[in-house]
């Protein structure tokens, strides 16, 4: 079965065509990303507009890179939540669009579902159920995957999610959008240990994050050496910061795979392709003997392949899109959008 798959969430415009929501035999992705870094974040009105230009250019570019014509698919999916409202109209309303035009089925997609999902096209063998860390610009969650569209939250964010927090350092200290590399490179030789910063714990919620404390520290620190005239050692800050984030991500999905037993590990999302992330990721399942399963870089980002392959499993449950079908800024991973009202 190849679906047509189209993302639209943020500041990427993606389609792709995936077959049995395996295997990739396209992949297009527009980038927003430096006419955004103008202005230290995303503007969504811009993004709107930028997806409104790019989303013909670019599907067409998946079709014809997959060697298939629109009517030779044999459905079309988009994501229908959660991100920038005008952001998701734009490849809701294309896809769905589409979809009704050639006759075929519209598959609504939830995008962190697709982030997941970005792992069973770099491994054929992965198949639920499993544990997952998903941390990206928006969202810091841990997940049982029961099925491949049944979801348990286990813990979350109690604020900031760790790529929102990266995005916030990395305006303090002057690198730019997006933060998440930028600050990675940087720490790169830096000295974690030169800026002591809090790792911070929710009470009465073990498996829950908080990453507005750390971010507040890191701007605090940023604020006070200038103030004072003294020079801001950045990629110790920097490394000091990732070693944070992990500190606080990894012991917790550590310890919801000793409650719930269960030894098959995913990490998914754009802080996905942080190095101080995965290298603990990889000491922490050495240590336990589990399964750890790690997209590769170009999969840890925004894309389209993503949500075809998670479209595939939610076309066999029979959660399809009608004319109807409305998109939404937020959605939990738990809820199925196809009959999401409000």
């Keep these: ?52 230009e790019a989303i013909v250019r670019v599907t067409d570019a998946a079709l014809q890179q997959a060697g298939l014509r629109a009517g030779e698919v044999d459905a079309v999916a988009a994501t229908c939540a959660p991100g920038l409202i005008g952001a998701l109209l734009v490849g809701a309303n294309f896809g769905k669009a589409l979809a009704f035009s050639l006759g075929k089925p519209f598959v609504p997609v939830h995008h962190i579902r697709g982030h997941i999902a970005a792992n069973y096209l770099a491994f054929p063998d992965l198949a639920p159920p499993f544990l997952t860390l998903v941390a990206s610009g928006g969202h810091s969650l841990l997940v049982l995957v029961q099925d491949y569209t049944e979801f348990q939250i286990l813990g979350g964010t109690r604020d900031d999610a760790a790529g929102e927090a990266f995005d916030k350092v990395a305006r303090v200290l002057g690198v730019g959008y997006p933060g998440g590399p930028k600050i990675d490179a940087m720490a790169r030789g830096g000295d974690p240990a030169k800026y002591p910063l809090p790792h911070a714990k929710v009470k009465d919620a073990p498996l829950d994050f908080s990453f507005s404390g750390l971010k507040t520290a890191v701007i605090n620190l940023a604020h006070n050496a200038s103030q004072k005239g003294q020079e801001l050692d950045k990629p110790a800050l920097a490394a000091a910061f990732c070693a944070a984030v992990v500190d606080t991500l990894v012991p917790r999905l550590e310890l919801a795979a000793e409650q719930t037993g269960v030894q098959n590990i995913v990490c998914a999302g754009g802080v ?8 603990a990721l990889h000491e922490m399942a050495a240590r336990h003997n589990w399964a750890l399963y790690l997209p590769p870089l170009a999969l840890c980002g925004d894309n389209a ?4 392959s998670q479209a595939y499993y939610e076309y066999l449950a029979g959660n399809l899109g009608s004319t109807l079908q409305n998109a939404f800024a937020t959605a939990g991973i738990d809820e199925n959008i196809c009959t999401k009202i409000s």
Excluded at 272 to 279: G, P, V
């Design 305 to 308: 392949a993503m949500i075809g």
């Design 1 to 52: 079965m190849n679906i047509l798959a189209i993302e639209s969430s943020c500041d990427e415009t993606a389609a792709a065509v995936i077959a049995d929501g395996r295997r990739i035999l396209s992949s297009v992705i527009d980038s927003q990303v430096q006419t955004h870094a103008l202005y230290g974040g995303v503007v969504p009105e811009i993004a709107s507009r930028g997806h409104m």
């Design 272 to 279: 996905a392709a942080n190095s101080w992330l995965r290298q």
